[in-house]
Each structure stands twice: as structure tokens, then as C-alpha cells.
């Protein structure tokens, strides 16, 4: 998923100056300004320089952790304060993260915007028992009988994003301040 998340910031954010590397990621996390971004905390304004300095010298009052939701969940990466859950868990990147684990990764390039995913697995079986193309896998919702979008699929695909966007080169449960576990 690493690799493709690149691919797709470059076609959603195009161009990123500088460029994001597929292969090593220490440019990535908050250090780049779209990954840092879209990694920032919804209460926190990444545009500010002054935030930008706090979350990445780690200052006590601007800690990245689980209990707060970044941006990359969210329709247009953006929140409304008024509603914290409207447009949660719908932005574009989600979804073609979500299609690309769990449908399958060419699945991921219909994705043209944001919006609601929930029948992403129900498309895409409709889609799989019309083709007549015997030699065509089957996609992992499948093969592990998902028959629609679950909270647990969500957060385990919010969990994988969250890592491709970062600059840790390894899984680890623990990211600094960021557990994943808990998120």
C-alpha cells in the first residue's frame, strides 16, 4: 500500500514539491507538506507554521496521538467544528485505500472523489459475477466472506493508511506518540 499511496497523492495533490519517494520514506510523515497534512489532527491547523514546528519538535500541547482524528479521514481533508463526524471517514483516500486492500487494487483507480464507500465490496461483486472471465481472483472480501463495510475493516484500513503517509519505515505498534492500537 506504501508504494500506491504515492501514486495517488502525486494524481490528488499534483505536483508535490518535492516529490514523494516510493521506496524510502523519510521524507514522508511531518515532514512533507501533504503527508504532514493530511496526518495533522483536525484540531490542529497544519497551514500554520507555528503548528507545523510544535507537532514535529513533539511540543507537549501539540502531540500526535491516537485519541484525535487526522485529516485524511475526512471528505476534502478538512472538518467542520460544528459536526467533528461530518464527512469522517469518507474522504477519497480512504476509499481507494479501503477498495485497493480489500477489492482489489485496480478497484482503487474508479475512485474519483470523496464519498460514502459503503457499498464498495456490494459494487464490486456485482461487477466480479457479471464478468465472464473465468481466470478472474477473487478479491480478499471474499475469500474472508465480507459482504459489506465494517467498522473493523474501516479502522484497519485507516491503520494501514496512517502508516503509508508516515515516514517509519517498519510496522511498529507504537509510532512516537501514536499508538495504533488504540486508534
Keep these: 500500500l506504501k508504494h ?3 501514486t495517488w497523492l502525486t494524481e ?5 514539491d518535492p516529490p514523494l519517494h516510493m521506496t524510502i520514506k523519510d521524507n514522508h510523515g511531518f515532514i512533507h507538506h501533504i503527508t504532514g497534512k493530511l496526518l495533522c489532527p483536525v484540531e ?3 497551514s500554520l507554521n507555528s503548528t507545523k514546528e510544535k507537532i514535529r519538535d513533539r511540543d507537549p500541547d501539540f502531540l500526535v496521538t491516537a485519541y484525535s ?20 471517514f469518507h474522504s477519497a483516500l480512504l476509499l481507494k485505500a479501503f477498495k485497493h486492500l480489500f477489492t482489489s487494487p485496480s478497484s482503487a483507480k474508479e475512485v474519483k472523489g470523496d464519498g460514502d464507500g459503503a457499498d ?11 464478468e465472464s472471465d473465468a ?3 477473487s478479491h480478499v472480501a471474499n475469500i474472508i466472506g465480507m459482504k459489506m463495510v ?3 475493516s474501516i479502522a ?14 517498519s510496522w511498529q505498534s507504537i509510532d512516537r506518540d501514536f499508538d495504533y492500537y488504540i486508534f
Design 4 to 6: 500506491v499511496v504515492v
Design 12 to 16: 490528488l495533490f499534483h505536483p508535490l
Design 150 to 152: 465494517t467498522p473493523r
Design 44 to 46: 490542529y491547523t497544519w
Design 156 to 169: 484497519y484500513t485507516a491503520c494501514q493508511l496512517r502508516f503509508s503517509l508516515s515516514n517509519v519505515n
Design 135 to 137: 481466470t478472474t481472483r
Design 120 to 130: 464498495a465490496i456490494i459494487v464490486s461483486q456485482c461487477r466480479r459475477s457479471s
Design 69 to 88: 482524528w487526522p485529516a485524511f479521514l475526512y471528505t476534502d481533508y478538512t472538518f467542520d467544528s460544528s459536526n467533528i463526524e461530518k464527512g469522517l
